[in-house]
């Protein structure tokens, strides 16, 4: 089946320094990669679409500036929290397809989630 | 964008049925998505239903779906202390999730 392995599972930083997130497609290519952040208790907010080869497309409200994605491989896909702050602490977790389409039951396969906290 | 709207709790004794539901407002969607969080864990998918379909069980799981309603639901039979966890609904493009309901199963 689909594998998607999301490293860190969790990390402390200091507030100002920045944070790298990789998502790994194991056994599929994934052309397209889905950034979510959730708030404890709360429903996933997609962050981002991360395309393999060119720019992410961010969702209103995201500072790209701030949360870099690279997608520079058909297998890696990375989120990097750039000048964390206190309030970026939160679970992100990422998603992967091996189809480049949504259709059919496969659904999209998510990663463990990334613990961060900012300190 | 799309609402997906679900109930934020639910507490069951073991053994009972749960019935967890979702409305959403995307009438396009063509396939609609059921999906476990367990604490602290990414997303798992449960099942899924095929929009021209009225139901589908698969084991413990049965989903209903009323398209004219936009209403969906997931029922789990003999609910274990095991399900405890978070159920996400979601659209086709499952860039949209329902808020997520917390099921609490008590032993």
Known sequence: GAVVSQHPSWVICKS??????ECRSLDFQA???FWYRQ???????LMATSNEGSKA???QGVEKDKFLINHASLTLSTLTVTSAHPEDSSFYICSASRDRATWGGNGYTFGSGTRLTVV | GEDVEQSLFLSVREGDSSVINCTYTDSSSTYLYWYKQEPGAGLQLLTYIFSNMDMKQDQRLTVLLNKKDKHLSLRIADTQTGDSAIYFCADQNQFYFGTGTSLT???
């Open chain 1, 16 to 21: 100002g320094t920045s944070v790298k997130i």
């Open chain 1, 31 to 33: 052309t397209t990669m």
């Open chain 2, 105 to 107: 199963v008590i032993p």
């Open chain 1, 57 to 59: 497309t961010y969702e």
């Open chain 1, 39 to 45: 708030f404890p208790k709360q429903s996933l907010m």
